[in-house]
């Protein structure tokens, strides 16, 4: 269920909370390929079937570390909505981001998000979010990180 911010300053009052969690997205061996062909990234950790079943310690190929990154501002939309009268907002990037564990294809993931905190800058707000992204079943998450974004009014 997605967390509605009505304006700025609900989002500011918000700092320091947990806003959103995303459902259960299952990422495929398809999914991971048309990545692979997208990007380049043909490593035999996430396009080689059989080498993965015998070879990987996941016993399957794992989704490349910026395929989970790329599916971040989708998984945010579905978790937190915040609303208000701005111009646009763009992401600004990472301060931290690590890829803590593998994405096996086949299982699912979902994302948590945690306002960690809102500045302001002439023209608009840095909004920085801690997110995780969790594989079912798992206690260790996927990927860990502080990302960025910025909004102009």
């Known amino acids: 269920m997605t967390r ?9 009052a918000l700092a320091g909370q947990n806003l959103g969690v995303t459902e259960w997205h299952e990422i495929t061996q398809d999914l991971i390929n048309r990545f692979a062909d997208t ?12 080498r993965c079943t015998k070879e990987s310690p996941y016993g399957a190929c794992i989704a490349h570390g910026f395929l989970t ?3 971040l501002p989708g998984f945010m939309r579905e978790a937190v909505d915040v609303q208000g009268d701005y111009k646009m907002r763009i992401n600004y990037g990472f301060n931290r981001l ?3 564990g593998g994405v096996p294809a086949g299982s ?3 994302a948590h998000f945690a ?26 998450p996927a990927l860990l ?9």
């Open 108 to 110: 699912r993931i979902r």
């Open 69 to 71: 990154v790329s599916l």
């Open 145 to 153: 990180a502080e990302w960025l974004g910025r909004t102009y009014y």
């Open 4 to 12: 509605v911010v009505k304006d700025l300053a609900e989002l500011k």
């Open 39 to 50: 990007t380049g990234d043909h490593q035999w950790i996430h396009v080689d079937v059989e």
């Open 115 to 140: 306002l960690t905190s809102v500045k302001d800058f002439e023209g608009g707000v840095e909004i920085a979010w801690t997110v995780s992204v969790e594989v079912e079943g798992r206690e260790k």
């Open 98 to 100: 690590r890829f803590t």
